[in-house]
């Protein structure tokens, strides 16, 4: 069954400080994998998408990694803002027929606190 | 350039009535989908559309009914709302396979069912 889990569930951290968000999954056949940040009352935003050849990709203060051997991913957030306070779902799209089909984890909720 | 609009924002509905709910974009993209967020769970995919006058089924179907009849506008409806059906929707769209392509949200609707 395809699956992605996201851990920690939350998490709260001081302003300025650095946190890491895993993702393992068991998504086959595999296509890409992607992060998103959704403020809450909003919709979710594409941060990165890595295929199975990429390792690493940043966004600015975002940087995504990829271990497709271990089915894990992790994004790292540099000098948290209080504006990084949001949800930040995991998504990996397995290869499909007429659309890739994608598997949402639940998302890790991040606070980030003056 | 609004990107992927939602109508309307939120609403009320008592078991048995019926309602659609709108997602428009201005990107030209062929692909547009219909999601659900549930709390602790990932997004759901209820319906997408691969281009104009096509839908095809996703995950949780049952209950929705959606029409593309123009290509810039992906309606959902529910034909006889029920509690199991409160929720927020979203809707995404994409330009062409999602393989590389990133998914653009629209800011969700969020419907309570009595």
């Known amino acids: 069954k395809n699956q992605v889990e996201q851990s920690p569930q939350s998490l709260i951290i001081l302003e300025g400080k650095n946190c890491t968000l895993q993702c393992n999954y068991t998504v086959s056949p595999f296509s890409n994998l992607r992060w998103y940040k959704q403020d809450t009352g909003r919709g979710p935003v594409s941060l990165t998408i890595m295929t199975f050849s990429e390792n690493t990709k940043s966004n600015g203060r975002y940087t995504a990694t990829l271990d497709a051997d271990t089915k894990q991913s992790s994004l790292h957030i540099t000098a948290s803002q209080l504006s990084d306070s949001a949800s930040y779902i995991c998504v990996v799209s397995a290869l499909g027929g007429a659309t890739n089909k994608l598997i949402f984890g639940t998302g890790t909720l991040l606070a980030v606190q003056p | 350039n609004a990107g992927v609009t939602q109508t309307p924002k939120f609403r009320v509905l008592k078991t048995g009535q019926s309602m659609t709910l709108l997602c428009a974009q201005d990107m030209n993209h062929e692909y547009m989908y219909w999601y659900r967020q549930d709390p602790g769970m990932g997004l759901r995919l209820i319906h997408y559309?691969?281009?104009?006058?096509?839908?095809a089924k996703g995950e949780v179907p049952d209950g929705y009914n959606v029409s593309r009849l123009k290509k810039q506008n992906f309606l959902l409806g529910l034909e006889s709302a029920a509690p199991s059906q409160t929720s927020v929707y979203f809707c995404?769209?994409?330009?062409?396979?999602?393989?590389?392509?990133?998914?653009?949200f629209g800011p969700g609707t969020r419907l309570l069912v009595l």
């Open positions: 559309s691969v281009g104009e006058g096509t839908t």
């Open positions: 995404a769209s994409n330009p062409f396979r999602q393989d590389q392509e990133t998914q653009y």
